[in-house]
């Protein structure tokens, strides 16, 4: 299958087969900024300009959980367990949410301005934000506290970490 997300507020899953669209994902009136697969491919994430990320089931499409931020969510993403998702918005944050029940287990706070991406290490100790400030910034958990180990200053918007 392929995933896509375009501005008329709907992500849509489409078969290689015959390229029919196999299934719909709808935020309202909010444009999308991502959809993302699950490692396991049984899940959809999806982002946009409400504040919302919103995680679907693709074989009901149904949505199975929400996110809210104060301002867009630019970028979202899976853990490789599936057992988070990381959030960064226009509101200044990047956020670690626990898929089962919603909750947001950390708040990562520092950019002077939005942050448009955040990536997650495979062993989810690690978070990497990037905004439009300029600023890359490496998160580090130990202990179970989180705090921002180094800041990487550029010279422009980042759109992209990794």
């Known amino acids: 299958s392929v995933l896509s997300s375009d501005s ?4 849509r899953l489409w078969s ?14 909010a444009q999308m900024n991502l959809a993302v697969f699950s490692a396991d491919n049984t899940m959809v994430l999806t982002a946009s300009n409400d504040g919302m990320a919103k995680v679907w089931s693709v074989e009901e499409g149904a949505q199975k959980q929400a996110f809210a931020h104060e301002g867009a969510v630019n970028s979202a993403v899976f853990s490789g367990d599936n057992e988070v998702v990381l959030t960064a918005s226009d509101d200044k944050t990047a956020k670690l949410w626990r898929l089962q029940d919603g909750c947001c287990v950390q708040s990562f706070t520092g950019h002077e301005s939005e942050v448009n991406a955040a990536t997650l290490s495979v062993n989810k100790a690690m ?24 800041t990487f200053e550029g010279r422009g918007e980042l759109k992209v970490v990794a």
């Open 127 to 150: 978070v990497l934000t990037g905004g439009y400030d300029g600023c890359a910034k490496l998160w580090r958990a130990e202990g179970g506290t989180w705090s921002c180990e180094q």
């Open 16 to 29: 290689l087969v015959d390229g029919s669209c196999q299934q719909s994902f709808e935020h309202g009136q």
């Open 8 to 11: 008329d507020c709907v992500a």
